[in-house]
């Protein structure tokens, strides 16, 4: 069974930074893309990066563009999201997410497997 | 990058059907088959139903079903059951590469 566990989560103050990982295991890493989506408090789901299977492509919305960077390291099957310039409007759980498309780039089809999350909060 | 937009709440009684409804614009729902719907149930993290405007994901149900027409996507519960009661999303590709979600559906079995 695929399995995904994120950490690096935790309290910061605003303009902090914070890396987060996420550990992957039992699926060919590098072939999907990976993304993050992250969940403040009792709100919705909030897509927030995405790098292609073979790390040459990143995606970002507006909110969080020139703020975060994506990365994978395909021989550890870790995914990183380095958080700069951290708001309080960052706060959130977030959750690292496998593409159901295995062409390595295409991810807005879908994501099939979900870690569990981990919270970041950010204090102002 | 605005959020679709989701009805707050649905709701129904077992063995109905409820529908749904996920507006966006010409800019991502209207114009990109990459529609996918997630069911997320508290405390859990969200999961698969629906993807590519009405496929299925294996191992799902086919009382979940999902269509679009114009700017909307739906999603259709049938035969309404009690572990059915989550919060459902909707997402859609968007223009310049990016991902879009919906606000989130309550959806309460009566």
Redesign the interface.
Known sequence: EVQLVESGGGFVQDGESLRLSCAASQFVFNTYAMSWVRQAPGKGLEWVSTVSGRGDGTYYPDSVKGRFTISRDNFKNTVYLQMNNLRAEDTALYYCAKAFDDSGYTYERGFDFWGQGTMVTVSS | ?S?LTQPASVSGSPGQSITISCTGTSSDVGT?K?V?W?Q?HPGK????M???VDKW?SGVSSRFSASKSGNTASLTISGLRTEDEAVY?C???ARR????????TQVTVL
């Not at chain 2, 993290?45 to 698969?48: I, N, T």
């Open positions: 990058q959020a990109y990459s996918s997630y997320q993290a969200p999961k698969l629906i993807y590519d994901p999303y997402s859609s590709q590469s990016t991902l879009v979600f919906g606000g989130g």
